[in-house]
């Protein structure tokens, strides 16, 4: 059975993840992407979004600081399942 200090030792936070998401201009899209972090207690440190038109295409980028590596992999591969959206970039 593993100490606590190797479980610590295991965990790897990274210092901000970012992530940039492409998607459709739909209403309820924002809300959707916003709860992957609220239902985890998180609060993004920086959300921007840009509307292009008339493509009506959004352009999201969000980061937030103190997630695991596996958090992050795991939220980005939820966003990509959203209905809506195109393209998910998680760094």
Do not use: H
Request: contains cysteine; charged residues 20%.
């Amino acid at each position: 059975m593993p100490s606590s200090k190797a479980a610590v030792a295991e965990t790897v936070f990274v210092a901000a993840s970012r992530f940039s998401v492409q998607a459709s201009a739909e209403p309820g899209l924002m809300p959707r992407l916003l709860e992957l972090f609220a239902k985890r207690g998180l609060v993004p440190d920086r959300w921007q979004s840009t509307l292009a038109r008339p493509a009506m295409t959004l352009s999201i980028d969000i980061e937030i600081a103190g997630l695991e590596r596996d958090t992050a992999v795991y939220v980005a591969n939820c966003m990509r399942q959203i209905a809506g959206v195109e393209l998910v970039l998680a760094a």
